[in-house]
């Protein structure tokens, strides 16, 4: 089992910039994939980025390219998310997520992600 635990969300301006930090319990940490996703209200859960267990390879959707940057520290059993520039529609839930192995082109998929944390908000004011 794994416990993954966010934090650093909160209440930014629009260009402003937050880094949210996922902790990882319970499991070697260098054998996990991660992954962060969003959840706006009233609509679905997706992927925002995604990163390889050793963190030599970073996936993002198309609309954070470039704003945001996933990293991890193997070593502190951490992996963050830096958020620059941010918009309004980048008001959401944000989640990290983790898997075993490698994902290939699956990495966006929700359900190849095995463990979840609890969310932790960002709202981003106009």
């Known amino acids: 089992q794994v416990e993954l635990v966010e934090s650093g969300g909160g209440l930014v301006q629009t260009g402003g910039s937050l880094r949210l930090s996922c902790a990882a319990s319970?499991?070697?940490?260098?054998?996990?994939?991660m992954g962060w996703f969003r959840q706006a209200p009233g609509k679905d859960r997706t992927i925002v980025a995604h990163i390889t267990t050793n963190g030599d390879s970073t996936y993002y959707i198309d609309r954070v390219k470039g704003r945001f940057t996933i990293s991890r520290d193997n070593a502190k059993n951490t992996v963050y998310l830096r958020m620059n520039s941010l918009e309004p529609e980048d008001t959401a839930v944000y989640y990290c997520?983790?898997?075993?192995?490698?994902?290939?082109?699956?990495?966006?998929?929700?359900?190849?992600?095995?463990?979840w944390g609890q969310g932790t908000q960002v709202t981003v004011s106009s």
């Open positions: 997520a983790a898997g075993p192995g490698y994902f290939g082109f699956r990495w966006y998929a929700a359900d190849r992600y095995s463990y």
């Open positions: 319970g499991r070697t940490f260098d054998s996990l994939a």
